[in-house]
């Protein structure tokens, strides 16, 4: 069945970076558009960042813009999540999940919603 398994989380001062994996299993991940999404603890859940199923178009919350890169390899059924200049704010459990409704147009590229997602790695961010 279809699963994905984040990896790469932990402690990180401010200013620092990290690198988020995202492994897929059982289904064809360059069939799906994928995004990273996080939540900290009494927050609503944010959009991050999300990439088109070809690699080719990505999209980047304001909050994360700038610092944060998505990129996938489909031979090795991975997405990573690249984060820069790491700040406390960032502190969450981020999770990577299938896009549920993605759209191209004007030149910008859009996801919306999760339909399959894992069980998250921890982002901590403090001196």
């Known amino acids: 069945q279809l699963q994905l398994v984040e990896s790469g989380g932990g402690l990180v001062q401010p200013g620092g970076s990290l690198r988020l994996s995202c492994a897929a299993s059982?289904?064809?991940?360059?069939?799906?558009?994928i995004g990273w999404f996080r939540q900290a603890p009494g927050k609503e859940r944010e959009g991050v960042s999300c990439i088109s199923s070809h690699g080719r178009n990505t999209n980047y919350a304001d909050s994360v813009k700038g610092r944060f890169t998505i990129s996938r390899d489909n031979a090795k059924s991975t997405v990573y999540l690249q984060m820069t200049s790491l700040k406390p704010e960032d502190t969450a459990v981020y999770y990577c999940?299938?896009?549920?409704?993605?759209?191209?147009?004007?030149?910008?590229?859009?996801?919306?919603?999760?339909?399959?997602w894992g069980q998250g790695t921890q982002v901590t961010v403090s001196s």
């Open positions: 999940g299938t896009i549920s409704s993605a759209s191209y147009y004007g030149g910008i590229y859009r996801c919306q919603g999760y339909d399959s």
């Open positions: 059982g289904f064809t991940l360059n069939n799906y558009d």
